[in-house]
Nanobody, 116 residues
């Protein structure tokens, strides 16, 4: 399975971005899809994830600002990020597997920079 993310970029504080991630390969390995991020000098952290047919879960730091959705037919997951803050600046990774807290598959990261 391979994951291909897109949609990163530079945005001003308070702005919005939408990331997309397409999975290529076995549907079994895409049971859970989600996002992690790693800011400069910090450890990688879970942003959130969603099981096939389930409801999304989020880290407290992004709850009420970020929305995760998926299109199973397209093997695609989306991360809509609103009211972005400078502390959201990070490399965002698309992940998949059987458990969002222990994802077995990682895509290449996409940079999100929030700055004025």
């Amino acid at each position: 399975v391979q994951l291909q993310a897109s949609g990163g970029g530079l945005v001003q504080p308070g702005g919005s971005l939408r990331l997309s991630c397409v999975g290529f390969g076995s549907t079994f390995s895409l049971y859970v899809m989600g996002w992690y991020r790693q800011a400069p000098g910090k450890e990688r952290e879970m942003v959130g994830g969603i099981m096939e047919g389930g409801s999304p879960e989020y880290a407290d730091s992004v709850k009420d600002r970020f929305t995760i959705s998926r299109d199973n037919a397209k093997k695609t997951i989306y991360l809509q990020m609103n009211n972005l803050k400078p502390e959201d600046t990070a490399v965002y990774y698309c992940v998949s597997g059987l458990n969002i807290r222990y994802p077995g598959i990682w895509g290449r990261g996409t940079q999100v920079t929030v700055s004025s």
